[in-house]
T-cell receptor, first 112, second 116 residues
Framework: QKEVEQDPGPLSVPEGAIVSLNCTYS??????FMWYRQYSRKGPELLMY????GNKEDGRFTAQVDKSSKYISLFIRDSQPSDSATYLC????????????FGKGTKLTVNP | GAGVSQSPRYKVAKRGQDVALRCDPI?????LFWYQQALGQGPEFLTY????????KSGLPSDRFFAERPEGSVSTLKIQRTQQEDSAVYLC??????????????FGPGTRLTVL
């Protein structure tokens, strides 16, 4: 079993829909949680960064972390065709190595 | 400002050949990371540097993989005697390396390696 599990989809929604993406993890030492967006043939770019449990909002994006359930989510409101990409969750521990552990990524298509 | 750059963007190698992939981090970034991304998968950590020191190489899959950053800036990932299973996108990332947990890793566009 991988440390971070993410449903690869694909996920297809109409423009304007609310999108929910999520990951589960097994390593309780993870303290930092990130969502990256990756367009085709590009490198990942950071969308959201959360420390420990709680919610964080940035424009149309909301990230949630539930450490008790080892479950993180990303919500996208009023989705746009430009949101079509692969969304990767990533995590790292506090102290020790700075390496990120990624999920498999969920491929999202927003249809106009 | 300039982001992380990688070269070449595409590399085709015959099985058994050696390859060298280059990463130019963002100027002033102390930490540099290498990841391998197979088709349809998330990036997998290979190794990382803080300045010229290689602090973690636990993700290197075999002794055919070697990375260096001799002057604490540009880094090279070398793969010897390439195998078909080495075919993947190799991503480089850099960060300020300030030691804060929220230190952001910025990724380059990757080098797509195909081993025939």
């Amino acid at each position: 079993q991988k440390e971070v599990e993410q449903d690869p989809g694909p996920l297809s929604v109409p423009e304007g829909a609310i999108v929910s993406l999520n990951c589960t993890y097994s390593n309780s030492a993870f303290q930092y949680f990130m969502w990256y967006r990756q367009y085709s043939r590009k490198g990942p770019e950071l969308l959201m960064y959360t420390y420990s449990s709680g919610n964080k909002e940035d424009g149309r994006f909301t990230a949630q972390v539930d450490k008790s359930s080892k479950y993180i989510s990303l919500f996208i409101r009023d989705s746009q065709p430009s949101d079509s990409a692969t969304y990767l969750c990533a995590m790292k521990t506090q102290g020790g190595s700075e390496k990120l552990v990624f999920g498999k990524g969920t491929k999202l298509t927003v249809n106009p | 400002g300039a982001g992380v750059s990688q070269s070449p963007r595409y590399k085709v190698a015959k099985r058994g050949q050696d390859v060298a992939l280059r990463c130019d981090p963002i100027s002033g970034h102390v930490s540099l990371f290498w990841y391998q991304q197979a088709l349809g998968q998330g990036p997998e950590f290979l190794t990382y540097f803080q300045n010229e020191a290689q602090l973690d190489k636990s993700g290197l899959p075999s002794d055919r993989f070697f990375a260096e950053r001799p002057e604490g800036s540009v880094s090279t990932l070398k793969i010897q005697r390439t195998q078909q299973e080495d075919s993947a996108v190799y991503l480089c990332a850099s960060s300020l390396g300030a030691g804060a947990g929220t230190d952001t890793q910025y990724f380059g566009p990757g080098t797509r390696l195909t081993v025939l």
